[in-house]
């Protein structure tokens, strides 16, 4: 998504250890609802989309109207990361915050932490691995879940700063636009670097703030999920 | 303070923490290169956010942390709510100080590498204590926990329920030496199996144990109705794991029938998934999957099965690694079908290629080359895959060729049974020449069966004997021939490491003299300096000497 420092001539650099586009589906069709979260390799062949759409119906045992619908939603999402991509991004470090507030299955998680989008070596996956073995998670769904989170919340982020770089570009034009931006992309959601990493602070964070940053796992049991889950479709209906 | 080796004779007036000594370089209140180098970020100057001194907050938090329970494993997790900063950064501090052992060096280790085992405390710390249980080897010494050198006298049934109660009993003796990783793995599988013993009771929990939370105490679950839960502990902090045959970690254990119960229901039901876990009954539907996937050819399976429709169900069933590779039956099949007009060619090939030694092992060419002959796509195919696949592929050939005219079937049918009995015995060795051997050895056989007669009824009792005889010594070869060719390529390679080896000590042993001899002369020279300015000065004073005898008029001088 960004432009790179280095590069080879093949690949686009990218914003994380691997480019993926976190797709989000939520179609409704003859009464059934299908709701979806994953990761998509852009580099993958666009024919791969109606394959997987295809096995997607198979496997769940969905009426066939699901896979022209799963295929062009699929489609749509990854035509609009495309347009992103090889925008002029700034490479100027941007530390976020990053909130995780999901439910997969049985377990709920919350969580707060700081994530920096210019870390090409970063990894929501492997984030996501730590996470589960030191948190002890055996539901495998968990994983790919939270890294999935952390990619659609990076994906804003990014989509949001190219909408504002370009804005800034057009109403400063002819003046030195660029180092305003960066100026200015101290607001929104990149923390303050400068007052977090001053010199005489210390980057160990008060004893009394450790639990805002302290992930919170929860295990439901039944009664729990199915109330979670009426009180969210009437909240998306 | 640490030190990396016990002084006895000091009063331990300090803690003591063990680092591995490749790791001496540490010190508290310096950075030193190796860390420079592998942390590059933080020294290059290229953010505000990464200095030498946040790295140096972060390291010393972690390892202090650590130190604060040093039987503990400290995960990632703990640290990075207390840490400013991203949360990759932060966890690559974490892996650099894991890995040089500065953190989690005497903790209890996880479970080995799957990620699937099941890491919670309870499970490693009862592998330590079955360690206990077990014995070791002869000649050597096993210390009953990480941090004591007493050596095992009670097994303690673990009432008390934490090894970290053992450690403050065990007293700070001597040396803490970290759990042998041999152990582990040579009486690893034998702590799977055991499974989990109850805290409180001392019996075995089958079917599901109760996990104390913060600590790493498990009881059964009668106990847990009944209320025994251990000293100060309560109902809640109790957390149910299941180890029936639901959990991840028991779908680990798949039994050959199991195992082949799965292949067959696949076989038959292709992707639906529900009446596969309905035929294998012990097994849950995600528990299929995973093994399935687990298997070397289980994606193939997955792949091509429902579009199979007429594998000679016949001649498969008998073979239990038959089951496998449908795609490639698939792919033989059609291969042999197309060709079969080339059969004399592929027949002559057939001899050519099976001399061939398996260095065909190696190649890693693509699968379909144009230009090679069918013969050796096959074998290239073989040998990618494992000898079941190649003993089936070649099953579903012969059986194409058999579809064609009757009477060799029954020929084959009856050598089947031998050949289950040649082929199972050496499943670990691949040998790919082996199938194509006795692949060729059958086409032989059918065509000069074809050719001499069709009353191949009368010479039905003797052709099944030859065949016999062929197969069974064909595959005795090949099984030799591979594991000779196996054992001298690693012979190769190790003479080659150990060569290169020694020339580089030479190498290093000629740098150091030529060094030292350097040396020696940059020392030569100073002196041959020193001696000219001596003598110069001597000159000097003689002259002096001269002068003044000169000024004063002695007649007579003589120098």
Known sequence: MKLPATSSSKAPVKPTADNLVPIRLDIETEGQRYKDAFTWNPSDPDSEVVVFAKRTVRDLKLPPQFITQIAQSIQTQLTEFRSYEGQDMYTAEKIVPIKLDLRVNHTLIKDHFLWDLNNYESDP????????????????????????AIREQLYEIAIQSVASAREIKISKK?????????????????????????YNSSVVRKRKEWYVYEPIVDILSNEEVDALEAREDRNTR | MEMPQYDPNTKPEFELYTIPSHSSWFRWDDIHETERTALKEFFDGSSISRTPKIYKEY????????????????????????????????HKVFRFLDEWGLINFGAVSRGDDSDNRDSSLGDTELKNQVKIEEGAPNGVRVVALPNSLKPISVPNSGADGSGNGKVAVAGETGVKLPPLASYSDVFGDLVKLKGFKCGSCGEQCNSGC????????????????????????????????????????????????????????????????????????????LDCISKLIELPFGEFMMGSAHEMNSCPTGS????????????????????????????????QNGDAATEEPPAKRKRIAPLSDGGSTLIKQVAHISTMVGPHVTAAAAEAAVAALCNESSCPREIFDGDEDYLANGLSSPT??????????????????????????????????????????????????GAAAANAKLLADQEDREIEHLVAIIIETQMKKLHSKINYFDDLELIMEKEYNEMMQLKECLVEERIDVLERALKTGVSKWRS
């Open chain 2, 316 to 347: 498969l069933n008998s073979l239990k690694e038959g089951q496998s590779a449908s795609s490639e039956n698939q792919n033989d099949v059609k291969m042999e079908d197309q060709v079969h007009d080339q059969m004399n060619e592929s027949k």
């Open chain 2, 428 to 477: 670990m060795v691949s040998d790919p020449e082996r199938a194509l051997q006795v692949d060729a050895s059958k086409m032989e056989e059918n065509q000069s069966d074809l050719t001499e007669t069709q009353d191949a009824s009368s010479e039905k009792n003797d052709v099944p004997l030859n065949l016999r005889i062929r197969t069974a010594t064909a595959t005795a070869l």
């Open chain 1, 174 to 198: 002819g003046r030195r636009g660029a180092e305003h931006a960066i100026s200015s992309k101290g607001g929104g959601n990149a923390l303050d670097l400068m007052k977090l990493f001053r």
């Open chain 1, 125 to 148: 996956e492997e984030f996501a691995r730590t996470f589960c073995n030191d948190m002890g998670i055996e539901d495998p769904e968990v994983g790919p879940a939270v890294a999935f």
């Open chain 2, 59 to 90: 390291r010393d938090f972690m390892i202090n942390k650590y130190r604060e329970e040093p039987s503990r494993r400290l995960t990632f997790t703990q640290v990075r709510k207390s840490l400013v900063g991203d949360v990759s950064l932060l």
């Open chain 2, 210 to 285: 109760y996990e104390y939370s913060k600590g790493s105490f498990v009881i059964c679950e009668k106990c847990f109705k009944n209320g025994n839960y251990g000293e100060d502990k309560s109902k809640d902090d109790f957390r149910f794991s299941d180890l029936g045959g639901n959990s991840l970690t028991h779908g680990a254990t798949w039994t050959e029938a199991e195992t082949l119960l799965l292949l067959e229901s696949v076989m038959r039901h292709g992707d639906n998934w529900e009446l596969v876990a309905q035929n294998v009954p012990t097994k849950s539907k």
